[in-house]
Structure formats: structure tokens, C-alpha cells
């Protein structure tokens, strides 16, 4: 390679390392907020003084049909699950999955306690399925 070349090369590749510097940077924290269906849980959380949960519904939904959750694990109807740690580490509600054999054991607060205390979700309809 010539030193020509060589020397564009370099450039090429520091301006690559300061793009990447600066796109790390814009990036928001690690602290997440909801997205499109995305399911803010705060009852406990709040009780407890813990970040809401930020359950990514679509994420699972893509990935399972809705009868693998519902409605034997979660009833379909706002405020009918009284999830708390303690179930999910006995294996209720997302500790059905989140056990460390099938997902992630619910090990890491942050993974789930993700969202910004004082993020409010929208008020919507009760969801009341027949």
C-alpha cells in the first residue's frame, strides 16, 4: 500500500472512531421510556420507591401468540394482576418465563425497573375483553 494510501486509510479510520464517539454520545441513557405498546407498570414499583417497569408488550407479542400469556398467566383486564417480586419469584406472572431456564431470572432490578419515576403513562379505557 502506498503511504498515500496509507494516510487516507488513517483518516478514513479516525473519522470513523470520532463518528462513532459522537453517536455514543447523542445516545440517551440507559434509562428508557416507553415506546408503542409498551406497558408502564407503576403501582408496586412506586410503593416500593423502585423506577417503573417498562414491559416491552410488542417485543413479546412479535414473538409469541397472545393465548402462550393470556389468560392464564395475565388476565386481560387493567388492574386485575397484582404482580409484585415476590410472585414473580415464585413464578407467577413474568417469573412463568423469567425463571433462568426459559428467560432471564429477574436477577438485575434495572432490566425491568427501567423506566423514568416521573414518566406518566397516558390514562386509557379499561380494557374489558368479553
Not at 13 to 28: D, E, H, K, N, T
Not at 73 to 78: G, S, W
Not at 110 to 125: I, L, M, N, W, Y
Request: aromatic residues 10%; contains cysteine.
Amino acid at each position: 500500500m502506498s503511504r498515500r494510501k496509507a494516510l487516507h486509510f488513517r483518516v478514513f479510520l479516525s473519522l470513523i472512531a470520532v463518528l462513532g464517539v459522537a453517536i455514543g454520545i447523542s445516545l440517551p441513557s440507559s434509562t428508557s421510556r416507553a415506546e408503542y405498546g409498551d406497558i408502564i407498570m407503576n403501582r408496586e414499583a412506586e410503593k416500593s420507591e423502585m423506577p417503573p417497569v417498562v414491559f416491552p408488550h410488542w417485543f413479546h407479542r412479535i414473538r409469541f401468540k397472545c393465548k402462550v400469556c393470556h389468560p392464564d398467566v395475565f388476565v386481560m383486564r387493567a388492574g386485575a394482576n397484582e404482580v409484585s417480586m415476590i410472585k414473580i419469584i415464585k413464578g407467577e406472572y413474568c417469573g412463568k418465563c423469567h425463571n433462568g431456564r426459559i428467560a432471564w431470572a429477574p436477577l438485575y432490578c434495572d432490566r425491568c425497573h427501567s423506566g423514568k419515576s416521573e414518566f406518566t403513562a397516558p390514562q386509557v379505557p379499561e380494557f374489558n375483553p368479553p
